[in-house]
């Protein structure tokens, strides 16, 4: 059974940083591209970050490029989100999701498998 475990999220205060971690259990880990997701509330889930196989291609949704980065230790079956430099809008359900290609996309549906998500939060 597949599981990914997220952990790391909490209350911050603007200007903050927060690492997220997302252990995955179940599969194999290096053959699957990882990515970060979030929900605002009210809104609908929404791409923040992706990484490939191997941890050599990245990528970033607008609203976090140049605050936040990915990154994976295969060697752990552990892919992490690192943000600096964080605001309210941020505040959100992070959640880790896994995909059987290579490198995979902004869309939800590319996705074959989601953890339960922990919460970020953002005060001014």
């Known amino acids: 059974q597949v599981q990914l475990v997220e952990s790391g999220g909490g209350l911050v205060q603007v200007g903050g940083s927060l690492r997220l971690s997302c252990a995955a259990s179940?599969?194999?880990?290096?053959?699957?591209?990882m990515a970060w997701f979030r929900r605002a509330p009210g809104k609908d889930r929404e791409f923040v970050a992706g990484?490939?196989?191997?941890?050599?291609?990245?990528s970033y949704s607008d609203s976090v490029k140049g605050r936040v980065a990915i990154s994976r230790d295969n060697t752990e079956n552990t892919v992490y989100l690192l943000m600096n430099i964080l605001k309210p809008e941020d505040t959100a359900v992070y959640y880790c999701a896994a995909s059987g290609r290579y490198f995979a996309g902004t869309s939800v549906n590319e996705y074959n498998y989601w953890g339960q998500g922990t919460q970020v939060t953002v005060s001014s």
């Open positions: 179940g599969l194999t880990f290096g053959t699957y591209a």
């Open positions: 990484i490939s196989r191997t941890g050599t291609t990245t």
